[in-house]
């Protein structure tokens, strides 16, 4: 099982070896000009990145600047909604160890085999009421059984025809003619998140690897779709994975990155795990968006729950939420999210297809 965040962290300095300096980044909180190199090109290293995670607590202000220098470049003051339904839920036969609907979970969540196309098409018209410019539909397990495709395929036609909406599919592992047919229907995006580092894989599931999910990301890409990928902070990882997943994903160029802080949901195997606080949680999200300046960078799962009072300040690095329910677990109300994004001066926006 995974182990406690809660030891300490090593000072910068010690983080990349360099006593007081990391890379040539002076140790007194001048982060803004890593920004503004961000923007002149430059692409963190992991050394970089790692910093960032275990800066001290008195340069959050300044990494969140340099976060908003490259955020507000490429993305003003938006705030793009998401609005997820989930179409099918638990019964699934892998071992996510963080997921309630795993095989291995006991939690007391809904179970529910994949909805009716007119459910699925009810959840579009309430997301585009919402003001969301991305619909998401996850199913639950492996990968999708050959009638659940041919519901999605269908339904996703019928909405493309109704509403103004970027479609993101959720369905598991995929083979490139099963990506194929998802972009066939007007389907835009796939998420399929690699959730941490290739080396910690295996500690949180044992039924696919990480090698899997690599693979469906390379059909997504093959079929001309949009990648949603990212993972989950807090499994009891190392800093350095954490660098490595936000790394990778660079490396995929992703076109939207969730970043999700973990939920230990009761009956799951990391229910007892416990250990992020919110300034670290902001410092992922500032280096997310350094790593990644063009991405999407969505605070996902976890955003209430451990971000706390400090949520607002997540979105000087994000430019994405969720507004509603995430998959088993409650959101904030929606009118809470739409008074924080105007409390910003911020603007949400229904950037759709
Ligand atoms: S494959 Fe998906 S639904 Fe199944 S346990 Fe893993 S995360 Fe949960």
Known sequence: MPGNLSKPRPSVGQAAGLPGQVGNLPHDGAWQGLGQRVLEGHRLSAAEALAILRAPDEDLLDLLAAAYR????????????????????????????????????????????????????????TAAQRGAGTYCIVVSGRHPAGSELERLTEVVRRIKRAFPLKICASLGLLTPEQAAQLKDCGVDRVNHNLNTSE???????????????????????????????????GMGEEDADVVDLVLR????????????????????PLEGVHGLNPRYCLKVLAMVRLVNPRAEVRIAGGRELHLGSLQPLGLYAANSIFVGDYLTTKGQPPEDDYRMIADLGFEAVAEGA
């Open 70 to 125: 490259v955020r507000s470049h490429w993305f003003g003051n938006r705030v793009h909604l998401n609005f997820l339904i989930n179409a099918k839920s638990g019964a699934c036969g892998e071992d996510c160890g963080y997921c309630s609907q795993s095989r291995v979970s006991r939690a007391g969540i809904p179970r529910y085999p994949m909805v009716d196309a007119d459910e699925i098409f009810a959840g579009a018209r």
């Open 199 to 233: 080396r910690c894989y295996p500690r949180i599931c044992s039924t696919h690897t990480y090698q899997d999910r690599l693979a469906t990301l390379r059909a997504v890409r093959g079929a001309g779709l949009e990648i949603c990928s990212g993972g989950i902070v």
């Open 249 to 268: 994903l660079a490396e995929l160029r992703v076109e939207a990155l969730p970043v999700n802080f973990l939920i230990p949901i009761p009956g799951t």
